[in-house]
């Protein structure tokens, strides 16, 4: 039996490429998701697709994510999960980030998730479930010109190492994955540029950059039936970027 059938989750930023790869992946192993994103007229397309239940969502606004964490409910009547796959991408060194950049980058990344945590442990409080955030391999080692994305994203390691604690004993598990260099939309820039595509493969010891189906993945044993025993952890899906040294071509 699939560690997903009959399980109800809330995917947040359904259609970016990780939610969407991951969407389609829990639907496929008998899962019931809700979908929650910005872009609803991707959104729209995503649910029809899937048969899943939509809600517009704002991840800078509190009442805006508690609305869909409650639509999501009322759907399914609990929630054994839900993943927050919110995020963006600025490189570029600390003296060349402007104000507005910063509040951008800490926004989407660090009050995205924290709104997330706040919405799901109230309304997953008496029924425990899991917990998935999203951080970057760029907040475990030190990559040039990732100032303001690597603090955000260590700002999401940190609270979801604390939620995990405070909710365990209410039987939510928090767990974080920490992906490197993943091909998806919000990466086009960089995946499309040759130049830049050959040397980030050649960081990752692996030696390819990763896919959403990767990422999602991870995400999608996280949220399951069989890791209920697993809390309170960052798991890199990375290609060894953040912990090995990649081995010299040739």
């Not at 991951?22 to 397309?45: I, K, P, Y």
């Not at 054994?80 to 995020?87: I, K, N, P, T």
């Not at 010109?145 to 603090?151: C, D, R, S, V, W």
Request: include cysteine; hydrophobic fraction near 50%.
């Amino acid at each position: 039996m699939s560690g997903h059938t009959g399980r109800t989750y809330l995917i947040v930023a359904a259609t970016s490429g990780i939610g969407s790869a991951l969407a389609h992946s829990l639907v496929a192993s008998g899962a019931r998701v809700a979908l929650a994103a910005r872009n609803t007229a991707s959104l729209d397309v995503l649910g029809e697709q899937l048969g899943a239940p939509t809600f517009s969502y704002d991840a800078l606004s509190f009442s805006s994510v508690e609305a869909a964490v409650n639509g999501a409910l009322e759907s399914f009547g609990h929630l054994d999960g839900a993943a927050c796959l919110s995020g963006s991408l600025l490189l570029k060194p600390a003296h060349m980030t402007g104000e507005a950049e910063w509040a951008t980058t800490i926004g989407a990344n660090a009050t995205a998730a924290f709104g997330f945590l706040r919405a799901t442990t109230r309304a997953m409080k008496s029924t425990g479930g899991s917990l998935v955030l999203v951080s970057s391999a760029a907040a475990r080692i030190g990559l040039p010109n990732h100032e303001a994305i690597a603090a955000a994203k260590a700002a999401v390691e940190g609270m979801a190492l604390s939620a995990a604690a405070t909710y365990a004993k209410d039987g939510i598990r928090v767990n974080c994955v920490a992906p490197g260099l993943t091909r998806t939309p919000l990466t086009a820039s960089l995946t499309r540029n040759e130049a830049q595509l050959k040397g980030s493969i050649a960081m990752h010891p692996l030696g390819r950059v990763g896919e959403a189906a990767d990422v999602a993945a991870a995400i999608a044993w996280l949220l399951s039936a069989e890791t209920t025993w697993v809390t309170g952890q960052v798991i890199g899906v990375d290609g060894g970027l953040a912990t090995l040294k990649a081995r010299p071509a040739g």
